[in-house]
């Protein structure tokens, strides 16, 4: 697969929720997100939203579509990862991936656990999905706004320093190796890592 670094950045917002879905309240999934990125990027980019049901064949097409056709990058979904019979958001991800990448649902535990011991009950997963020509990491995110923050960004204490880091971290050097565009980040935000040999100059230098 040949990196796509000119591409643009397109990134999917998927929140699973059957009342949300059906009008019964309004959706606070995808705003969360959406300003959450708003502060953390600095590359421009795109969002592809979508608002599903728990239903998992719902689920299932949503994710292909977004990496399939509107050639996302990355995809994140909010809600539906609980244990619930309803919950079903984790084993559409898995369906649809062609890589499993479980250290991203490991780290949004051990955030989480800092706060409620019933983060163990949360089945975050992250998965690639790769076709011939395009690949997306597509990551389970938490339901609740607070939650999802935490889980993007990691934990500071009060003089600002790393507690437990968050998960987005790793994301923009994880879209480079599947090869989509070079993401650069907000470092006050969420501090991209990359090894020596994989950064660039800030675009603005360059």
Known sequence: MNPTNNAEMVIGLVSVSDRASGGVYEDKGIPALADWLAQALTTPYRLETRLVPDERAEIERTLAELVDVARCHLVLTTGGTGP?????????????????????GEQMRQISLRFVPTAILSRQTAVIRETADHAALIMNLPGQPKSIKETLEGLKD????????????AVPYCIDLIGGPYMETNPAVSKAFRPKSAQRPPASAS
Do not use: C, S, Y
């Open 84 to 104: 619930a019979r309803r919950d079903v958001t984790p084993e559409a991800t898995l369906a649809v991936g062609t890589k499993e990448m479980p250290g991203f």
């Open 158 to 169: 009060d003089q600002g320093n790393t507690v437990v880091g968050g998960i987005f971290a």
